[in-house]
């Protein structure tokens, strides 16, 4: 029975960030992906997404991403990159494969996939949030006789052409997804609250400069920098700046409930719409880990990446709770060369 070092589950940037960490080490990794090639789920968001920062600040470990062709890269850009990382440094990847379930079985980890079991020492979750969608809980939403659907299943704003098209979310997605169907059809923004949106000369930079100087101890904990500076915050963009300028980037509140053909709001009014687009963000995709028996709230209990009942065990790149920005491309690098010198020393403790 062959046994490794270390099995990374997902192949996106996160474990992608791992496997070159490992590489660098002695250890026996392989890593699982579902996909069909590389990109992670980079390659199902929607067709004119464009990164939120310039190249240099969108790259992973060791290999820069080449100048895109505009300012900020394309998605085309950044899978092209991606996938040409993976064959720079030839990774051990096994794809596609799913892991169903991952059980303990003698100290050793047991991970159930479609194309059979497969053991290891150590075990490395990076398997993001994209397929675990979050929509927040309306009233009478079953009654809501339009269309409705999530922006990670949004590809272009085609299938609205000249509709009536309730948008809600106020961080990136949203924005950039009322940018474009506005130009189609009727829309409306509904965000909790009024939504923040950086100065046009501050893109993800900004974020990634704080996470270096948190990561360098050099922010004070104290004023909570990790919770003032996020990637909700709305980046402008062309396209964004450009919805500005057609005066659609005005968000409302949210309305009460849903009525059969659109939603009532909290004056008992009642407005119609077709569609609605949920811009509402993702949870943790840990759907695989759930017969080890430590998924509580959605999320697993951990110091930094380390899950703290069961050690043997790193997450990666799920959000700030797994290390401050290790949901970005730029900001999972640091966290990944963390996880890997602690998983090298929990193996040499194990071997000696
Ligand atoms: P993913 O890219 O989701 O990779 C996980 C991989 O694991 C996938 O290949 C998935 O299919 C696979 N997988 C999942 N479950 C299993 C399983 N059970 N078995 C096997 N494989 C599995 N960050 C930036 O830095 N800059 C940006 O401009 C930026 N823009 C963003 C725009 C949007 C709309 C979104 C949603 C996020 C953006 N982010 C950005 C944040 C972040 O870079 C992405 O979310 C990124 O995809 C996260 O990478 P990941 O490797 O953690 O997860």
Same mark, same amino acid.
């Given at each position: 029975?062959?046994?490794?070092?270390?099995?990374?589950?997902?192949?996106?940037?996160?474990?992608?960030?791992?496997?070159?960490?490992?590489?660098?080490?002695?250890?026996?990794?392989?890593?699982?992906?579902?996909?069909?090639?590389?990109?992670?789920?980079?390659?199902?968001?929607?067709?004119?997404?464009?990164?939120?920062?310039?190249?240099?600040?969108?790259?992973?470990?060791?290999?820069?991403?080449?100048?895109?062709?505009?300012?900020?890269?394309?998605?085309?850009?950044?899978?092209?990159?991606?996938?040409?990382?993976?064959?720079?440094?030839?990774?051990?990847?096994?794809?596609?494969?799913?892991?169903?379930?991952?059980?303990?079985?003698?100290?050793?980890?047991?991970?159930?996939?479609?194309?059979?079991?497969?053991?290891?020492?150590?075990?490395?979750?990076?398997?993001?949030?994209?397929?675990?969608?979050?929509?927040?809980?309306?009233?009478?939403?079953?009654?809501?006789?339009?269309?409705?659907?999530?922006?990670?299943?949004?590809?272009?704003?085609?299938?609205?052409?000249?509709?009536?098209?309730?948008?809600?979310?106020?961080?990136?997605?949203?924005?950039?997804?009322?940018? #474009?169907?506005? %130009?189609? /059809?009727?829309?409306?923004?509904?965000? +909790? &609250? *009024? @939504?923040?949106?950086?100065?046009?000369?501050?893109?993800?930079?900004?974020?990634?400069?704080?996470?270096?100087?948190?990561?360098?101890?050099?922010?004070?904990?104290?004023?909570?920098?990790?919770?003032?500076?996020?990637?909700?915050?709305?980046?402008?963009?062309?396209?964004?700046?450009?919805?500005?300028?057609?005066?659609?980037?005005?968000?409302?509140?949210?309305?009460?409930?849903?009525?059969?053909?659109?939603?009532?709001?909290?004056?008992?009014?009642?407005?119609?719409?077709?569609?609605?687009?949920?811009?509402?963000?993702?949870?943790?995709?840990?759907?695989?880990?759930?017969?080890?028996?430590?998924? #509580?709230?959605? %999320?697993? /209990?951990?110091?930094?990446?380390?899950? +703290? &009942? *069961? @050690?043997?065990?790193?997450?990666?790149?799920?959000?700030?709770?797994?290390?401050?920005?290790?949901?970005?491309?730029?900001?999972?690098?640091?966290?990944?060369?963390?996880?890997?010198?602690?998983?090298?020393?929990?193996?040499?403790?194990?071997?000696?």
């Amino acid at each position: 029975m062959k046994v490794y070092d270390v099995i990374i589950i997902g192949g996106g940037q996160a474990g992608l960030s791992i496997a070159y960490f490992l590489r660098r080490s002695e250890l026996d990794y392989l890593l699982l992906d579902n996909q069909l090639e590389a990109g992670g789920s980079w390659l199902q968001t929607w067709d004119s997404l464009k990164l939120f920062s310039p190249s240099n600040y969108s790259s992973l470990s060791g290999w820069a991403m080449p100048k895109s062709k505009e300012e900020y890269p394309t998605k085309a850009e950044f899978v092209s990159y991606v996938s040409a990382y993976e064959k720079r440094y030839g990774f051990n990847i096994l794809r596609p494969t799913e892991v169903m379930q991952v059980e303990k079985k003698q100290g050793l980890f047991k991970i159930k996939t479609n194309t059979g079991i497969f053991y290891s020492k150590t075990l490395v979750s990076a398997t993001g949030t994209a397929r675990n969608p979050f929509v927040p809980e309306y009233s009478q939403n079953a009654a809501f006789i339009g269309a409705q659907i999530h922006s990670a299943n949004y590809r272009n704003a085609d299938d609205f052409k000249g509709k009536s098209v309730l948008i809600v979310g106020g961080g990136n997605s949203g924005a950039q997804i009322l940018a #474009e169907v506005s %130009k189609v /059809a009727k829309t409306k923004w509904i965000t +909790l &609250k *009024e @939504p923040s949106f950086l100065p046009d000369d501050i893109d993800g930079r900004y974020l990634f400069d704080a996470a270096t100087q948190k990561f360098l101890g050099k922010l004070d904990d104290k004023k909570n920098v990790s919770h003032s500076i996020s990637l909700s915050n709305i980046v402008m963009i062309e396209s964004v700046k450009d919805a500005r300028t057609r005066n659609v980037l005005q968000a409302v509140r949210p309305f009460k409930e849903f009525y059969e053909n659109g939603v009532i709001w909290d004056d008992e009014t009642k407005e119609p719409f077709d569609a609605v687009i949920w811009c509402t963000g993702f949870r943790a995709n840990l759907k695989h880990l759930e017969p080890l028996g430590i998924v #509580e709230n959605k %999320k697993i /209990a951990t110091k930094n990446t380390r899950s +703290l &009942k *069961e @050690p043997n065990l790193w997450l990666v790149g799920y959000g700030n709770w797994t290390g401050f920005a290790s949901a970005t491309i730029y900001g999972v690098g640091k966290t990944a060369r963390q996880t890997v010198k602690e998983i090298t020393e929990a193996l040499s403790k194990h071997i000696n």
